[in-house]
């Protein structure tokens, strides 16, 4: 049984910060003024893409060097 918990969170983190960043790219830019003009949505979707990213590859990875 070799279940690696990196894919659902490595997806799941992936997703949400796609939606987030997207958000951030497309959304009303009104929302910045409250944030004094740095897009929120934007930063912190991109963290958690790259973070989703890394924990995805890290499970692919992982994957590869266990056969």
């Keep these: 049984m070799s279940f690696d918990l990196r894919y ?3 997806m799941m983190f992936s997703l949400f910060g ?3 960043a ?3 790219l497309f959304g009303d830019s ?3 003024e409250r944030s004094l003009g740095i897009n ?3 930063w912190w979707g991109c ?3 790259i973070f989703g990213l890394v924990m995805y590859t ?3 990875l992982g994957k590869k060097n266990s056969k």
């Design 8 to 10: 659902p969170v490595g």
């Design 18 to 20: 796609a939606l987030m």
């Design 22 to 24: 997207g958000y951030g």
């Design 30 to 32: 009104k929302l910045n």
């Design 40 to 42: 929120i949505n934007l």
């Design 47 to 49: 963290v958690l893409l």
């Design 58 to 60: 890290l499970a692919v």
